[in-house]
């Protein structure tokens, strides 16, 4: 009887390949959130509240622009292109939000009434008032944690 122990360990391999892969969620996406001062936030984009929306971003990751402000929150303008998906005309403070008329990704710091409806993506894990402090046309930049 002969055993052949190279393709044991390589199934084994596989196995705990697959096991650390299903391990990330993938309905929650972590991301994080760089300033042009050095300031860094986390977040996770949540599939389940707008997928179509979020597939697209984070296929586009990592992704930057010049920060806008309105109100209480900081936008800019991304590659993505994506019409409205459950828009909501009210946020809660930590929302993420991809804005379809203006194709902006919108960090949203404080309760705010956007400019017109947003697809909702996600929410700030750690960090939200570094936003507070962010100024009109300083360079942020999400990518995939």
């Avoid at 044991?8 to 391999?13: E, G, K, L, Y």
């Avoid at 909702?120 to 930049?141: D, H, M, P, Q």
């Amino acid at each position: 009887m002969k055993i052949c122990l190279g393709s044991v360990s390589a199934r084994n391999s596989e196995s705990e390949k697959l096991s650390e892969s299903s391990s990330q969620s993938v309905s929650r996406i972590p991301i994080r959130m760089l300033t042009e001062k050095g300031g860094e936030a986390r977040g996770e984009l949540v599939r389940h509240l707008t997928p179509r929306t979020v597939d697209a971003i984070v296929r586009a990751l990592p992704i930057e622009g010049r920060a806008a402000l309105w109100k209480e929150e900081v936008y800019f303008e991304t590659p993505v292109i994506a019409g409205a998906e459950k828009p909501k005309a009210k946020v809660e403070k930590g929302d993420l939000a991809y804005w379809p008329m203006g194709k902006a990704f919108c960090i949203f710091f404080d309760e705010s009434q956007p400019y017109s409806p947003v697809n909702i993506i996600g929410k700030v894990t750690a960090n939200l008032e570094l936003f507070a402090n962010v100024k009109s046309g300083s360079v942020i930049r999400v990518e995939r944690v």
